[in-house]
């Protein structure tokens, strides 16, 4: 197991997630632009309104995405004995990365969720350890290992 490779994934995953949502943004606001020289109608107009509000939703989640970078490039990942951020925790179903969210993912055969220490499932592993149990929701968890 090698941490320094999850952090490589999830900082490889970010980058690609900013670099298509700008380009989402570059597509989306050249529906924006509209030839003054056309010939507009109300459509035309609707779909400028739909195009400029979907550019303002896409440069939100760019901006949450960089963010995300920023909290990875911030996290401490040395070794944890405990659920903290910087760790990645072990459980029979997932392996959780904690201080930064991420989609799930696969390696080396196991699966991988970065969750926030705003999270509600973070509230109930924090300062957990091996051998420790919490629940969150219907599910329950035993942790196997803490990296």
């Given at each position: 197991?090698?941490?320094?490779?999850?952090?490589?994934?999830?900082?490889?995953?970010?980058?690609?997630?900013?670099?298509?949502?700008?380009?989402?943004?570059?597509?989306?606001?050249?529906?924006?632009?509209?030839?003054?020289?056309?010939?507009?109608?109300p459509e035309d107009f609707s779909h400028q309104n739909e195009a400029a509000?979907?550019?303002?939703?896409?440069?939100?989640?760019?901006?949450?995405?960089?963010?995300?970078?920023?909290?990875?490039?911030?996290?401490?990942?040395?070794?944890?004995?405990?659920?903290?951020?910087?760790?990645?925790?072990?459980?029979?179903?997932?392996?959780?990365?904690?201080?930064?969210?991420?989609?799930?993912?696969?390696?080396?055969?196991?699966?991988y969720i970065g969750i926030s220490t705003d999270a509600a499932i973070y509230r109930e592993m924090?300062?957990?350890?091996?051998?420790?149990?919490?629940?969150?929701?219907?599910?329950?968890?035993?942790?196997?290992?803490?990296?």
């Amino acid at each position: 197991m090698n941490k320094e490779k999850i952090k490589e994934i999830i900082l490889s995953n970010l980058n690609q997630s900013i670099e298509d949502l700008k380009e989402q943004i570059k597509s989306q606001s050249e529906q924006v632009d509209l030839d003054e020289n056309d010939t507009l109608d109300p459509e035309d107009f609707s779909h400028q309104n739909e195009a400029a509000d979907m550019v303002q939703l896409l440069k939100h989640q760019l901006s949450d995405v960089q963010s995300q970078l920023e909290r990875l490039s911030a996290l401490n990942f040395s070794s944890k004995s405990k659920v903290e951020p910087g760790a990645i925790v072990h459980t029979h179903e997932f392996s959780f990365v904690i201080g930064v969210v991420t989609t799930p993912f696969l390696m080396d055969e196991k699966n991988y969720i970065g969750i926030s220490t705003d999270a509600a499932i973070y509230r109930e592993m924090k300062e957990k350890k091996p051998g420790d149990a919490f629940s969150y929701g219907i599910n329950h968890y035993n942790i196997i290992e803490i990296l």
